[in-house]
């Protein structure tokens, strides 16, 4: 059975995360700081490797990254 994971890619959200950021004004930090007052501790290198695709990402992050960054997990997961 074929691996539905691209070694190289370990998350399919980055990129929907990185627009969603920049079009909420935030920098990478300042999303890292929203994502802790939530009790979900990313730094913002973590948040540079999401968006690149070389970081996993779970579910409490994605649903707390939708919450900060007022999206739907539909349009993260391009899906809208």
Not at 4 to 17: E, L, R, S
Not at 37 to 58: K, W
């Amino acid at each position: 059975m074929k691996r539905i994971v691209d070694i190289n890619q370990f998350n399919i959200t980055g990129t929907k995360i990185k627009s969603a950021r920049i079009s909420a004004g935030l920098s990478q930090q300042q999303l890292s700081n929203k994502l802790e007052l939530m009790a979900v501790y990313i730094c913002r290198g973590s948040i540079s490797r999401i968006e690149n695709g070389e970081r996993t990402v779970t579910d409490i992050e994605l649903d707390a990254i939708s919450k900060t960054l007022n999206v739907s997990l539909n349009y993260l997961f391009g899906r809208e």
